[in-house]
Every structure is written in C-alpha cells, then in structure tokens.
C-alpha cells in the first residue's frame, strides 16, 4: 500500500522558520501531483500548495510569498519551507499524493497521518 510519512513539525515563535517534508513509500513517485493541506481545531481542511508532474506550483493566498513548495522525486519526497510565520498558521499539516496516471491508479488520492506545526511565543 501507498503510505506517506510527514515529519519537521514543532513549536517556533512568530516570524521563525520551519521545514516540513513527506516521504513517500512508491516505486511511481513521479506520476503524482503532491500537495501540503493544513486543518486548524474546528475548521476545514484547506489546501496550502500543490505541485504538479511537471512542476507547476499554487498556494493557497495568505502562504503566497511566505512558504515555498518543492520535489525531490529521486528521494520520493516533497517539502514545505515555511517562512515568516504567524499564529494563524497553526494546524496540522498533511501531505497529499494524487496520482496522475493510470499506472498509479488515476485520480487515487493518498493522505499521510499529519504533522503539527505551533506559532507561539
């Protein structure tokens, strides 16, 4: 089965850095859109930045300039770099996988188990 490990969350003040990264256990890596989405208590999952196959990126507007989405697919890995951050950025942050080719079961999405990340001084 497909499984996703996010690993980098913890506790920073206002205005720190963090880096988070999801590796995941597929031989297809490379025929998946990867995604970082974070859920706050009581709020929705949202989506906070996807890249695609070919590398296109979209963040989510209030990450636009802050966080940086990236791909690593000789490590199967993606990472979220986290900069300037707020209290509002607190959640648990999940990585995503969506595959974009039959070989990997098209339109299948994978979720991992979440990582917490706390803006606080």
């Known amino acids: 089965q497909v499984r996703l490990v996010e690993s980098g969350g913890g506790l920073v003040p206002p205005g720190g850095s963090l880096r988070l990264s999801c590796v995941v256990s597929?031989?297809?890596?490379?025929?998946?859109?990867m995604g970082w989405y974070r859920q706050a208590p009581g709020q929705q999952r949202d989506l906070v930045g996807t890249?695609?196959?070919?590398?296109?990126?979209r963040y989510n507007d209030s990450v636009k300039g802050r966080f940086t989405i990236s791909r690593d697919n000789a490590k199967s890995s993606v990472y979220l770099q986290m900069n300037s951050l707020t209290p509002e950025d607190t959640a648990v942050y999940y990585c995503?996988?969506?595959?974009?080719?039959?070989?990997?079961?098209?339109?299948?999405?994978?979720w991992g188990q979440g990582t917490q990340v706390n803006v606080s001084a």
């Open positions: 597929v031989i297809d890596f490379s025929l998946h859109r």
């Open positions: 890249i695609s196959r070919s590398g296109t990126i």
């Open positions: 995503q996988a969506l595959c974009q080719n039959y070989l990997c079961r098209l339109g299948h999405e994978y």
